[in-house]
């Protein structure tokens, strides 16, 4: 290595190739990384190198790999895998359909971030980023609803934390904690009371059933009901 450096005894070395400066990075035993620093000055090159080795040692020790990857590579990986899924038969061919409708809110919502950088906080600010996101459309896409239910976004948003407990299946979040946020739709179907005449209907049918029980264990069971 020409004009090599060793320097934070010996975890960090410089040297030059073509006039420009690279560092060879030793993160452990055995294991050994180089990166170029983009510089032809040599101090410049050690202090870049010295960052380097820290960042890379920082993220060593939350259990981070030395290079981040974008949620949007990781949502592109998570659908190769449901489609290999789906080729096994695991996956329906409707619920890809729908991963892959989703998905295209995820990518552009958070998809220039991080994936270790998804949190908590970047999860419950995606419902309202989800709810607004057709409101200035003039016109909708096919099958596109400008007020999305309450149901909807409760689904969009577990597909965006399956898609982060899987990348740290992978090893792409290292220690980070697991996201926590859930979204609970508001309304709720609930079965409408009855009216006083469709109740007084539903009274005499059940009175009537009761005397046209074909034997004593049916009459029993009706007449529970009655009471």
Not at 83 to 92: C, E, M, Q, Y
Not at 95 to 118: N, P, T
Not at 125 to 151: C, G, Q, V
Request: net charge positive.
């Amino acid at each position: 290595m020409d004009g090599a450096r060793y320097l934070e005894d010996g975890r960090l070395t410089i040297f030059r190739r073509n006039g420009t400066y690279y560092a060879r990075l030793r993160l452990s035993p055995g294991k050994y990384i180089t990166r170029s620093l983009k510089t032809t000055i040599e101090e410049n090159a050690v202090q870049a190198g010295r960052r380097l080795l820290f960042q890379l040692e920082h993220r060593a020790e939350q259990g981070l790999p030395t290079k981040s990857k974008l949620f949007s590579a990781v949502i592109d990986d998570y659908i190769a895998y449901r489609k290999r899924d789906h080729a096994h038969g695991k996956t329906s061919a409707g619920m890809l359909r729908q991963i892959r409708r989703v998905s295209k809110f995820w990518r552009e919502y958070a998809g220039h971030l991080a994936v270790e950088d998804i949190d908590d906080k970047v999860m419950r600010e995606f419902i309202p980023w989800r709810r607004d996101y057709y409101a200035s459309f003039d016109k909708l896409p096919k099958n596109a609803k400008r007020h999305p239910t309450d149901k909807t976004l409760q689904w969009d948003m577990m597909l965006g934390k399956a898609i982060v407990k899987w990348a740290a299946e992978q090893g792409l979040r290292g220690s980070k904690p697991n996201i926590t946020a859930t979204y609970t739709p508001k309304k709720k179907r609930v079965r409408p009371a009855f009216e006083q005449w469709e109740f007084r209907q539903l009274w005499r049918t059940l009175c009537q059933r009761i005397n046209t029980a074909r034997d004593l264990r049916t009459r029993k069971s009706r007449e529970l009901l009655h009471e």
